[in-house]
């Protein structure tokens, strides 16, 4: 997939380099505490994908309707919610680095532990 073949509105809320989640878990970076409801906006974005398509199912849909949307819903239940979320700032807010299943699954249950990954790891995030 080419930069071309992302969605408009996954190019104005999403970051503008690709990572390795891999680096990004291995970075030493503090665990902190943030509400839930401060990262549910990407519930309404379609970050994830089904069938053939990219990018062309929302969190929300998922959440509402698990029977239609059984495999993202499997690995919502499956995700393993010990780890924490990893966000990063971007274009003013809070965006998700690695954890949006875990996410999901956790919306029902109030605050949680996120790690924020400051900007200037990106370089040690790029993937190869």
Same mark, same amino acid.
Request: proline share 6%; net charge negative.
């Given at each position: 997939? &080419?930069?071309?073949? !992302? +969605?408009?509105i996954i190019k104005d809320v999403g970051?503008?380099?690709? *990572?390795?989640?891999?680096?990004?878990?291995?970075?030493?970076? +503090?665990? &902190?505490?943030?509400?839930i409801d401060e990262l549910t906006w990407h519930f309404e974005i379609p970050f994830l994908w089904e069938g053939e398509g990219v990018y062309n199912l929302k969190p929300i849909e998922v959440i509402r309707h698990p029977d239609e949307h059984k495999p993202e819903y499997d690995r919502t239940i499956a995700a393993d919610t010990s780890y +924490?979320?990893?966000?990063?700032?971007?274009?003013?807010? *809070?965006? !998700?680095?690695?954890g949006l299943h875990r996410l999901m699954k956790l919306s &029902?249950?109030?605050?949680? &532990?996120?790690r924020i990954i400051p900007r200037d790891r990106v370089p040690e995030i790029l993937s190869d």
């Open positions: 997939m &080419t930069r071309d073949d !992302i +969605p408009k970051f503008d380099f690709d *990572w390795d989640e891999s680096k990004v878990w291995a970075l030493d970076e +503090p665990v &902190t505490e943030m509400l +924490p979320i990893d966000l990063m700032e971007n274009k003013g807010r *809070w965006l !998700i680095l690695d &029902t249950q109030g605050a949680r &532990t996120v």
